[in-house]
């Protein structure tokens, strides 16, 4: 590739860097590579994998429906809480990766594992007595068949399985991108904001092409050839990860971030009755693959774990005796960035949980709207309802990426991109999540009462009437999603990108159990009181769910102020700020 060329220069610096790694497969002692020449074979496998993960998500809320029998609040409360485990499993992911395996072990057994999984899939499937005896959709008569614990059982490992194989994956695939570029240099970082776009670009393309014939085949022809799909598919994206073992750019593991937090959180405590009169801290060299952070004032409390109160603590060559009472500035100050996300962190919990809604309720309402298509009556399946988020976020980022930053480059007559910083992207994302939840209740309000007045379960407004609602999801995703990846991803330093990955799937994890508590919640307060409660049941024509989409537009509203006035202080304009420029943004949250 050109690119890749254009990079040999800049990487080679980089390459140098990891030259006195231990050789293991992809190595950068054993040749010069990275940049996009490894990017083009990550990008392969991170297309197919995502294909066949999101091809059972786009239609898990169709398949458990109607094939187990699922309904109501059940129904969304295992959507969620399978989505939640799977993002929750990337923080143990990000531990195994830094401390044990690595990132490309780590991928690789985790693309291993979703194979498992996507094949016990296929299997319930394929053989009907795996599952509960079916019933008729269309009916307004609660089911009759539900299915036994062991056809559970089965369903819920295949969901295991599946959700282990994402905590391998997800926290590493970003984070495995990101160690091709040399950082270091403008070029680099340019490289690595456009890497992001990208990465979601490239499978979110995919995912249209193929999710079109995924999806209607699992609807319309056979669930289990729409399975069976999807797992060739993860056999295909780990034939083409495997294929490009030897361009990568592999670092060793340093050790889990995560037992350094907790040796500092125990430091401080033990110390936290020392002074800070002119304290010497232990600062010792860290290795050459590691970012040095310079140590800074916020969050203060935490340096008491750094402060050599004796030399008792430190051995005769210098190093500290116990790294539960003495830790090192470089592991105080990665707790503190770690800290100094979190604020971002709990505004983009509330921006995904908005956009979670459709795949549980928009799945729901396009089920029971009028889904056919021209004189020969072609049933657009629901799932490809999903398809529309995954265009307009597509649509963004190609606009953005190829149109935008050329005219604002045209327009400024100069040859440095003009992007969007971080803080208008996630705001622009969260007002997105707004307008996303009050179209959705006024659609909502549309689709029930034509129901109600031709007294039909299937309401006669065209399912294409959840346009609008989808694409504004997208588009959420688009803006604060990227947004918040890249944040945490350049915030968090070099040697935390694991980290960084692990905390934006947790963030989606919590996304989807605040989801889960907020419908059960709702469901119970309004059952009580009123003839139509807010959610419950299999027929939304008895619900009011669009009293539901206007509580949650109400949330982000309140999301909107939270990180307006609070949480964007946390966030930096610029990856190119230093850790100085990040203690001025910050002196607020400074702890004494």
Known sequence: MENGENYHSSSSSLANQYSAIPSRPGTAAERKAGGWKSIKYILGNESFEKLASMSLIANITVYLSTKYNLSGIFLVTVANVWSGFSNISSLAGAFVSDAYLGKFYTLLFGAIASLLGMGIMTLTAGISSLRPLSWNQNSETERSHVPQSWQLGILFSGLGLLSIGAGGIRPCNIAFGADQFDTRTEKGRAQLESFFNWWYFTFTVALIVALTGVVYIQTNVSWALGFAIPTACLA????????????????????SVFSDMLKVITAACRKRGIRMDGPDFYDPPVTE???????????????????????????????????????????VEQLKCLI????????GVVALMTMDQNNTFGILQ?????????????????????????????????????????????????????????????????????????????????????????????????????????????????????????FLTMQLGENMRTVAGAIFFLCLSIASYVGSIVVNVVHSVTGKSGKFP???????????????????????????????????????????????????????????
């Open 236 to 255: 295909f994206s780990i034939a083409i990860f495997l294929l490009g073992r030897h361009t990568y750019i592999n670092i060793e593991p340093q050790g």
């Open 289 to 331: 693959a590691e970012q040095k952070l310079p140590r800074t004032d916020r969050f203060r409390c935490l340096d008491k774990a750094a402060v050599i109160t004796s030399h008792d603590e430190l051995t005769s060559q210098g190093s500290a005796k116990n790294g539960w009472g003495l830790c090192s500035v470089q592991q």
């Open 340 to 347: 100094a996300v979190l604020p971002v962190g709990i505004s």
């Open 366 to 486: 396009a089920m029971q709207m009028d889904r056919s298509i021209g004189k020969n009556h072609f049933m657009f399946p629901p799932g490809w309802m999903n398809i529309v988020s995954m265009v307009a976020l597509s649509i963004w980022i190609y606009v953005y990426e190829r149109i935008y930053l050329l005219q604002a480059r045209k327009i400024t007559g100069s040859s440095s991109d003009k992007r969007l910083s971080m803080r208008q992207r996630i705001r622009v994302g969260i007002v997105m999540s707004i307008f996303a939840m009050i179209v959705s209740g006024f659609v909502e309000i549309h689709r029930r009462n034509m129901a109600l007045k031709q007294e039909s379960f299937i309401s006669p407004a065209s399912v294409f009437w959840l346009i609008p609602q989808f694409s504004l999801s997208g588009l959420t995703e688009a803006f604060a999603a990227v947004a918040i990846m890249e």
């Open 534 to 592: 807010w959610l419950g049941g299999h027929d939304l024509n008895k619900n009011r769910l669009d009293y539901y989409y206007f509580f949650l537009a109400a949330l982000a509203g309140l999301n909107l102020m939270y990180f307006q006035f609070f949480a964007s202080h946390f966030v930096l304009n610029s990856p190119q700020d230093s850790h100085d420029t990040r203690e001025d943004n910050h002196d607020f949250a400074t702890f004494h």
